[in-house]
Structure formats: C-alpha cells, structure tokens
C-alpha cells in the first residue's frame, strides 16, 4: 500500500507539531505500507531541530513545492513572524489590533491557506501518475485538510484526515476577533471536511465525542512516545527538582502554582535549600513576571529549547515531571503531548488540568500521577508537599503501568489497520 502524508510540519521541525507523524512515517514499512511526504519547501518554522532528520526513513519520497506566507500581517499575535499561532500577546497595539482582525477574518483557516490551490494542482498531477491508495492531511494548519477536501471531491481518492488539535474549540479560538461571517466559515470548513473524509483521526475522547456528531467515521489515536520506557536505575537530580517541558505561554501561566510554592519557600527552610523548578522551552514574560513577584528566581531554572534527545534525558533525571494544561473553556480535551514521553520517563507526573479531561483519565488509568483541578490550592499543596517528603526519604518513585498502549509503534499498527480497512 501506498499513502501519501500531507503535512506542513517536517523535519528540520522542531516542537510538538512534527512528531506525531515523522513517528507514523518512520514505522509504516513495519506495517506493509509505503510512505510518500508531501511538505513545504520554504517553511516559516518556529522551532527547529535538525536531530529529528535521521529518524526519517531512507529511500522515501518527499515532495515539496514553495509557499508563500504573509508573515509580515502575523504580526496581530505579538510575536515575531516565526513563532506559532497559538502564542497570542494578550495586550496588541492598536496597529496590532487591525491586523488581529484582518488575519482573524481574512486568512481562514489560517495563514497557510495561499498554498491550497498550487498544492491541488501539483499533487492532482502527480496522482494522475503515480499510484496511491490514499492521501492523508494532519493539521492544525488545518489548510491542509482542505487540500484533502478538494482532492477528494475531485478525484474520488480515499481520505483520512488527522487532527492533532481540534479547529474551532482549540484553545486561543475564543480569543480571536472573529465576525459572525468567520466563525461561521470557521465551523463550515470544518464540518466539510469531518462530512467528507473517509476516515478521521482525533488524539482524545472529548474531541472524539464532539467530532462523532458530524461523522461516522471518528477514530481516537491518542500521541504516544518513541523509545525505551526506563526499566534501569537513572541517576536522579540531587535537588528536588519539578520539570516542565514545552511551551509556557499566558494562558498556560498557572498562578495557584506559584502561589503554593512561594508559601512553602516561607514555612519550610529546608524545602528554599533543595527546590529547583526547571522550565525548558519557550517561557512568556508574564509568566516570568509571575514568578519574580513571588519571589522565586533564585528557584528557577530557564533552559530555551533543546534537542529532543536532551529533553528525554532531562525528564529521565528529575525527581517529579508537571504537567500544565491551558486554563479556557477546551481544557477538558487538551492532552498536551508531552504527557506521553512523561510516562516513558517513568518518573511521578503532577498535572494541573480538570479532573475530568482526557488527560486525567489517562493518567488514572496508567497510575502515573496526580492531577489538581485549577482552583484547588490546598490539594496542590498538599501534593508538592508529599512529594518532597517521599524525595526526603528517598523514596520518590512511581509504580505506573499500561503504558506500551502508547507506544509509537504500537500506535502506527493501529493506523494502519484503519488505513487497510479504509482502502478495503
């Protein structure tokens, strides 16, 4: 079988958005199905990381064609031209605020949209010549399942269509300045493409269940991650240190945290001597602000992005991993991705998200740590306070299970019976 992956997000990628299917690539051969890429040539990426360059299998075909991206009306979001969608500047320039409302209403999707029509006619060609099973659109940028769309109104080909995010109940969507007009092209789209693909791929069940009222043909393949889960005895950081790995941005600026922290650091002197909070990645300045103010600077540690083999060796070595999900009307379908390497890591998992969202069931049902709704203080402190006194006796560990089910591996066998059963 042969499937071809459209995807604006490639290596030398870096970040969230290029794992899910380099990691489905890298191991269709295992499965019987032949891989071919479809991507950009001249990407704007926010994050790069040429290590993930050698996990792409040898031989494949890659495809790319240009792209054109009016980076310089991006600017709406505060940020610099190559930063992604999601990081928004709560408090834009009146300039910034006309061009918000331009990008919000005119690029739908998303600022991708320009390489739609070039990209139906490249690859219209290159299906009339050469044989494919079936096509496959991963988003967000959700301009891409939109080429899927137009493909499969005009050549019939078998379609899934992969959403790693959800299109209109992603986080920052309420944010946007959207006319009446937008929102709904916004759901239009979106409802065209759930109608029309053959399958549909989703990464929860919250997604899954609100996909499920549009189409028949919704499939939960959650993101896993790609390795070893750590069975030997890893050398532990010597501090008590908690590890948050990825983005920190406004919305994900968990204010009850810091509120908890710096009240230990004042009843406990000891705790001010061993604790060391280490962020890795990108980390808004409201959220340094944040922390400055509680007086936790000496206790912060900011490291910018690294490559991924560095972020498994860091969340290998620390003593708890914390999970932050975004606190808006989503948050019970957000799994952040990085809750998966977390578990590989094996090490104790202290997630700040609704109680009953998709990620706290996962974490149930792999007893592999504890979850904190967004109001409850004291239970967070008593939290963080029990795991510094088993840290203490040196007896910080965590007897997690059922984590194979999230292998990537164990994930591309699973797609690829959706696929088999899609094309029969």
């Not at 994900?252 to 650091?265: F, S």
Request: aromatic share 10%; with cysteine.
């Amino acid at each position: 079988m042969k499937v071809l992956v459209i995807t604006y997000y490639w290596p030398p990628a870096g970040g969230s958005g290029v794992q899910r299917w380099l990691k489905f690539v890298k191991y269709f051969r295992d499965f019987g199905i032949e891989p071919i890429v479809y991507t950009v040539e001249n990407p704007n990426y926010p994050i790069l990381d040429e290590s993930l360059e050698s996990e792409i299998p040898k031989g494949i075909e890659i495809l790319r064609q240009p792209i054109w991206e009016p980076n310089n009306l991006l600017s709406f979001l505060g940020k610099k031209k190559n930063e992604s969608a999601g990081f928004l500047n709560p408090n834009p320039t009146f300039f910034g605020k006309i061009l918000q409302y331009i990008r919000a209403n005119y690029f739908i999707p998303d600022a991708r949209k320009f390489w739609i029509v070039p990209s139906v006619k490249f690859l219209k060609r290159y299906l009339s010549e050469n044989k494919i099973d079936a096509i496959i659109t991963t988003g967000p940028p959700h301009s891409m399942h939109l080429i899927g769309l137009k493909l499969k109104q005009q050549l019939g080909i078998k379609w899934m269509a992969d959403f790693r995010d959800p299109w209109t109940e992603i986080d920052y969507f309420h944010q946007l300045p959207l006319s009446k007009k937008a929102i709904k092209k916004h759901h239009y789209l979106e409802q065209e493409v759930l109608k029309n693909a053959d399958k549909v791929l989703v990464v929860g069940n919250t997604m899954y269940e609100s996909y499920a009222n549009f189409s028949n043909n919704v499939v939960t393949v959650t993101n896993g991650f790609d390795g070893e889960i750590t069975t030997t005895e890893t050398e532990l950081d010597s501090k008590f240190t908690i590890t948050h790995i990825g983005l920190m941005n406004a919305d994900r600026n968990p204010k009850m945290l810091w509120d908890v922290l710096a009240d230990i650091c004042i009843e406990n002197e000891e705790f001010v001597k061993d604790f060391k909070l280490k962020l890795i990645g990108k980390v808004d300045e409201s959220v340094l602000r944040a922390i400055s103010e509680k007086n936790l600077k000496n206790n912060i540690q900011l490291i910018s992005y690294v490559s991924h083999k560095e972020v498994v060796n860091y969340q290998k070595k620390s003593q708890v991993l914390l999970l932050i999900v975004n606190n808006v009307p989503s948050a019970k379908g957000i799994i952040t991705g990085k809750i998966f390497e977390y578990l590989m890591a094996k090490r104790p998992i202290l997630a700040i998200a609704p109680k009953n969202g998709d990620l706290a069931e996962i974490l149930k049902n792999t007893n592999a740590g504890i979850v904190v709704d967004f109001n409850e203080k004291n239970e967070l402190k008593r939290a963080i306070l029990d795991l510094y006194s088993k840290y203490k006796l040196k007896d910080l560990v965590v007897e997690s299970n059922n984590i194979e089910q999230f292998h990537r591996k164990e994930l591309t066998k699973k797609v690829s019976e959706l696929l088999n059963e899609m094309i029969e």
